[in-house]
């Protein structure tokens, strides 16, 4: 477990070269749980700072407002539009930025590498970071945090932006995980140790 992660963090500057999937999953799954714990905290405070306005608008406002309590369980509801009572979004973005560029910085050099090892480009691992940006370049414009106020013409040009970007990370994954080529390719010599190699090259024991 511990040997993929300290091979990948020593290569973090190496795009050149294959890794097989034994040395690139363990690593690339370590670093999403990480990204994902580091996104809640990105996004509690904001969470937080709206369940504290919208207690106070019920306290204030007990006519439109219904608090239901039981065991393990809390929640308001709020009559009416009151877009002042939703989470700052402008406050959220910035943090989840950081995150998304601290996570794509530690493992872009290791999906490039095990793209190298299918006999693929590592430019094949662009569209999923295009297609996020944008969608992260539209968000603060499509719930207000623009200067402007919000711009909800963008709605259907995120839905689609979306659908992209699944659709391309979907099939990165894909590469992502399938079997590198047999023997050297063009970006370098099979990084499959001997022993593995050489049941990988074994034809299928025949049916009796």
Do not use: C
Not at 2 to 9: A, D, E, G, R, V
Not at 67 to 88: C, K, N
Not at 102 to 129: C, E, I, N, Q, T
Request: charged residues 15%.
């Amino acid at each position: 477990m511990f040997k993929p992660i300290t091979h990948n963090l020593a290569r973090l500057a190496r795009f050149s070269g294959r890794d097989t999937r034994e040395t690139f999953w363990p690593y690339a799954l370590t670093l999403f749980v990480l990204a994902m714990a580091a996104s809640a905290l990105a996004v509690m405070p904001a969470v937080l700072g709206a369940m504290a306005k919208m207690q106070r608008f019920a306290a204030e406002h007990p006519d439109q407002a219904t608090i239901r309590q039981g065991p393990g369980s809390y929640s308001i509801q709020i009559q009416g539009s009151h877009p002042e009572l939703m989470p700052d979004m402008g406050g959220i973005l910035p943090g989840l930025a950081i995150v998304l560029l601290v996570f794509v910085a530690l493992v872009a050099a290791a999906v490039v590498r095990r793209l190298h090892d299918r006999g693929k480009s590592g430019a094949w691992a662009l569209p999923p970071l295009i297609f996020l940006v944008i969608g992260m370049m539209l968000m603060p414009r499509l719930f207000g945090t623009a200067p402007d106020g919000p711009d909800l013409s963008l709605l259907p040009l995120l839905f689609v932006n979306n659908l992209l970007y699944l659709a391309s990370l979907g099939w990165l994954m894909v590469l992502l995980a399938g079997d590198g080529t047999v023997g050297p390719n063009r970006h370098g010599e099979d990084p499959t140790p001997p022993e593995a190699r050489q049941r990988r090259r074994l034809p299928p024991r025949p049916r009796d």
